[in-house]
């Protein structure tokens, strides 16, 4: 099959900055190509994870190979920047038996094809096993990291309304590392007379308003503050101390917002409007519910009430 001139289909991929460009990729794969004298039909850059979502772009270019009237070559650095996992291989190989795919690896030194071999097509599976292995050794990291985040009292994510977070330096914001998460000079006192609002009476939807003209703004724009969100601060627990994490309250090294006794009073106020009172049910009325009125047209219950 490497003396046919087959269609080439270039294939660089990149998940994160980390990474070895997509340019880099492409100048080692052009050089291969030149010297396999394959015939460059296209040429693709993406930027997507080779294990999350349903990589739109890399189905896009197997619809292409499958759609194609003659065979193509798919030209990659490597094995793991074509995938992770065998999910994949099922597609491909399929490709593969049928004529219509040749998967070079330009690292591996690695053609696969429809007359490859045992041998050839385990290094190819060993290769896609390695790749794997990466993925869910990076995934185990990312875990020890978080649990010992937990065990120390950070927050995982952005932090709630009220708070910001601040970074070491413009670096490490960009490649979003670990920041250290301070009451909003802006913002956090708004929060506390929110509660301290909602714990007087104040309704949710009128407190909103409230909050709006007072400036607070909602989480992802400079939209006034709605309903819904002030609801999720009022219940938040990260504003007297704890986070929330998975149904789990851990204390949390940053500092709180309002008196974890007026976080209990609002639940306190929250509670009671579920509450429907039946003062009227404590009342010895031993005909209650079986008075209706004499007329047809009426037919009401016949409510009793002390004169």
Known sequence: SESKILKAIVLARVSDEKQDSNEAQM??????????????????????????????????????????????????????????????????????????????FYRENLVIHKDSNSAEIIRWDMGVMFAKSYVLQLGDNVKRKYEAMKRNGEWIGK?????????????DKERRKRADIIPDPDTSHLIKKMFELYSSGTSVKVLAEKMGNMGLNGTRNKNPIRPNVVYNCLTNPFYYGVMRNKGVLEPHKYQPLVPKYLFNKCQQVMASYHKKPFAYGSKPFALRG??????ITCGCTITPELH
């Not at 650095?77 to 038996?97: A, M, N």
């Not at 932090?159 to 670096?171: C, E, L, M, R, T």
Request: include cysteine; proline fraction near 3%.
């Open 290 to 295: 079986l008075l209706k009125c004499a007329n």
């Open 159 to 171: 932090p709630p309304i009220g708070y910001k977070s601040i970074y070491a330096n413009d670096a």
């Open 27 to 104: 100048m080692r794969i052009m050089d291969y190509v030149r010297n396999k004298k394959l015939d460059v039909w296209k040429t693709c850059e993406l930027k997507e994870s080779s294990t999350q979502g349903d990589r739109k772009k890399f189905q896009e270019i197997i619809k292409e190979i499958q759609n194609s009237k003659e065979p193509i070559a798919l030209v990659v650095d490597t094995i793991d920047r074509l995938q992770r996992g065998f999910k994949e291989s099922v597609l491909l190989d399929g490709l593969r038996k049928s004529g219509n795919l040749e998967i070079h």
